[in-house]
């Protein structure tokens, strides 16, 4: 349509299409030129907005919760960590869900398996453990467990103090798939069939079983705990024998050993060191990334359509920087933080981007 037509058009002319879409709408039918742009955005242009939950303020509800029902009564006691702008979607992006869980001494959270993958970071105290396909793992702070697709799990604590942990998972995205399936155990704990231990020693020293081909879990890795010491202890090296990244500091992403790729086909994660005095560069990618601050403090600075917030962050903190969102990361005596993203999915598909900007706007 050319600028005289638009001049040119009439009320009458307004009337008529408005009747159309009227006439048509009890059809189910809608007319995409009014919708196209939105349809197609020119970049994206996620609903999400950047969220930041402050431990402090946050763990007092969690105790609470504690007091008011138990882990087997509630099957999962877990805030969820909500974006803002996707009230009641349980939602921190538009792919993923984010939650704090609570287990008490010798609390059961029952067996149960979902098509949903699950990762598990965690949070405040030792000793809880979580058990997958006949194995258990023992929770300690930074360490990152995994909750295959389908596999049986539940969550038990012989700790002598609360045990917290941050869950992802992907279940918006399941439910936009329309994907998923859930079966609860018969048994509240799954039987013990291996020694913990025996997955890392199988897949986590840089071997692997002569004859398996396959991962025995698919394309979930066979490593169902990355313990932090490993991961803290690599970061360390690189920080003093390496240049620094000068949008990231130092980051590293976990793999799933038998394929190089990310841990979970749906969930990519990472543990990233921000040297003391570090000046971040801003960055921004397609898949929103949910964090964990690990130890130390630090800020980030997050840009989007020209609405700019901060986020002092101190350990223990959540905050998600949503898709297409510029971030840029500061600290002044240094901090660790793992985070965790849809970029599998976007590379999957072929879509994923990132743009790395080269000075602060
Ligand atoms: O531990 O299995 O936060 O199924 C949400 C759904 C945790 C779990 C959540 C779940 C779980």
Redesign the pocket.
């Known amino acids: 349509m050319d600028k005289t037509t638009i001049s040119t058009n009439t009320a009458s002319q307004n009337d008529v299409r408005e009747q159309l879409y009227k006439d048509m709408a009890p059809h189910h039918l809608t007319p995409l030129w009014r919708e196209l742009h939105a349809l197609v955005p020119q970049q994206p242009n996620t609903p999400c907005v950047a969220a930041h939950w402050k431990y402090e303020q946050i763990r007092p509800y969690l105790m609470r919760a504690g007091e008011v029902i138990t882990a087997e009564e509630a ?2 006691r ?1 805030l ?1 960590l909500e974006n803002p702008a996707l009230k009641g979607q349980s939602a921190i992006t538009q792919a993923l ?3 704090l ?1 609570l287990i008490m001494p010798s609390e059961i ?1 029952p067996n ?1 398996r ?1 098509t ?1 993958s ?1 990762l ?1 970071f965690i949070v405040e105290g030792s000793g809880a453990f ?1 058990a997958v396909n006949g194995e258990r793992t023992t929770m300690r702070p930074g360490d990152f467990i995994i ?1 295959p697709s389908m596999t049986w ?1 539940d ?1 038990g604590s012989d700790a002598s103090e609360p045990v917290v942990w941050l ?1 992802g ?1 992907d ?1 918006p995205l399941i439910r936009y798939l329309d994907a998923g399936f ?1 079966e609860n155990a018969s048994e509240k704990s799954q039987t013990v069939t291996r020694p913990e231990g025996t997955s890392f020693a199988q897949f986590g020293y840089n071997m692997a079983p002569v004859r398996t081909y396959d991962s025995p879990l698919g394309q979930t890795s066979p490593i169902f705990s990355y313990p932090y010491d490993k991961s803290r202890e690599a970061l360390h090296i690189l920080e003093t024998t390496q240049p620094i990244d000068a949008w990231d500091g130092v980051k590293l992403r976990y793999i799933n050993p038998l394929t190089g790729g990310a841990p979970m086909p749906t969930m990519a994660t990472f543990m990233q060191r921000i040297p003391a005095g570090f000046e971040g560069l801003p960055y921004r990618q397609t898949d929103g990334a949910i964090f964990s601050v690990v130890e130390g403090s630090g800020s980030v600075q997050i840009e989007h359509k020209g609405e700019k917030v901060q986020f002092d962050f101190s350990p223990r903190d959540h905050f998600v920087i949503p898709s297409w969102h510029t971030a840029r990361f500061s600290s002044t005596s240094g901090c660790v933080l793992f985070s965790y993203s849809d970029r599998p999915v976007h590379q999957a598909l072929g879509i994923h981007k990132e743009e790395r900007l080269n000075h602060v706007e």
Do not use: K, P
């Open positions: 099957v999962r877990v969820i869900y984010a939650g869980q959270a149960h979902h949903q699950a598990r979580t909750t799990h969550h869950d998972l279940i859930a």
